[in-house]
């Protein structure tokens, strides 16, 4: 099926996102709304990301107050998560851990008992354990064998992934479907300096006038990046046909070098730069193989990489001071801190 058939279909239903004021769950949300689809997009952050969609103030972490926001919804994309750089993943891992794994029992358990129809959870790549290349196991306990990447909120995100399986066990529930996005950028994003992840933060710095931009390691380490709108498109597709059981990775198709990183956003807009070999490139090459996603649900991302800096920047020179309205996990004014 076509994918804007696909979209087309949520006319009338109503719709519940979760995390809809972030990069994909914004996407989702703007899709759908168009669509015709009642859309209710549930976050901490005082953002409003579309006209048509109703915008809900809610604590997730909360059983009660997910009952309620489900009651009478068709479809949930689960898309709340907490997003931080390496160096505050190290630092505090409580601030993942705890409300990651709050928000993902309370959400996912209520949507079980209002029995929604049609679930979809996006775990992330960093709930893989160490490879070059990532491939999904055909069983999910094949996946716990080895440590995450990312520890403590890579474990996290294997639980939610769990507590779907531990209702599709017991219950018998084939209506929860679960997606691993890759490295996600986009409009949206969280530009904080701090903490932001590898493309806001470039793009930060370099709106801050850092000259020459410096790079930590020497340009060579391969990562996988995919586009908000592409991966936003792939969750649809991902609630519409239902995983049956799997989970489903959502890459960007291609490995990019940190190199070819810099070089394509230096088309975007001009600045200088220098790699600083004496710092860490990190692991050498984390690639996702998206064959299995275009298979069962037809996800092919079709954005490139200097389309989508392009209109990621372009939205961050428009909206420089979206980030602060945010809720931020790591300072003094999260209770997870």
């Known amino acids: 099926m076509h994918p804007g058939d696909i979209v087309a279909s949520f006319k009338e239903r109503h719709v519940v996102i979760t995390g809809g004021t972030g990069m994909i769950g914004r996407s989702i949300a703007e899709m759908l709304a168009e669509a015709g689809a009642h859309v209710t997009v549930v976050s901490l952050d005082k953002v409003v990301v579309h006209p048509k969609v109703r915008h809900v103030v809610a604590d997730l972490t ?3 107050r997910c009952l309620e926001l489900l009651d ?6 689960h898309v709340a998560g907490v997003k931080g750089s390496i160096e ?6 409580a601030s993942f851990f705890v409300p990651l794994m709050l928000m993902n029992t309370s959400v996912l358990e209520a949507a079980r008992r209002k029995k929604v129809q049609r679930v979809v959870y996006t775990s992330s790549i960093g709930a893989y354990a160490s490879h070059e290349i ?22 996290a995100k294997r639980m939610a992934e769990l507590q779907i399986e531990s209702y599709r066990i017991q ?6 479907a679960v997606v691993r996005p890759c490295n996600v950028y986009g409009p949206g994003d969280n530009f904080d300096p701090a903490n932001a992840m590898v493309v806001p933060s470039l793009m930060a710095r370099i709106k801050a006038g850092e000259n020459p931009l410096k790079v930590w390691g020497d340009g060579s380490a391969v990562r996988d990046f995919a586009y908000s709108a592409d991966v936003a498109l792939g969750a649809i597709q991902a609630l519409y046909h239902g995983a049956k059981g ?14 070819e990183l810099v070089e394509t956003l230096a088309k975007v807009t001009k600045f200088d730069y220098v790699f600083d070999a004496t710092k860490s490139s990190g ?12 298979k069962m649900i037809g996800y092919d991302p079709q954005t490139s990489l200097e389309a989508g800096l392009r209109a990621t920047w372009d939205w961050y020179l428009a909206n420089p001071g ?16």
Do not use: Q
């Open 322 to 337: 979206e980030y602060v309205h945010k809720v931020n996990y790591f300072t003094g004014d999260s209770p997870y801190a």
């Open 134 to 155: 990532f491939v999904e196991s055909e069983k999910l306990e094949d996946d716990f064998t080895g440590l995450p990447m990312d520890m403590f909120p890579g474990w």
């Open 62 to 64: 909360s059983l009660e």
């Open 246 to 259: 799997r989970y489903l990775n959502l890459g960007g198709g291609r490995g990019y070098t940190i190199k």
């Open 171 to 176: 219950y018998g529930l084939e209506n929860m």
């Open 283 to 294: 692991f050498p090459r984390r690639v996702m193989d998206i064959s299995l996603a275009g």
């Open 72 to 77: 009478g919804a068709d479809d949930l994309f």
């Open 88 to 93: 505050v993943t190290r630092s505090k891992p």
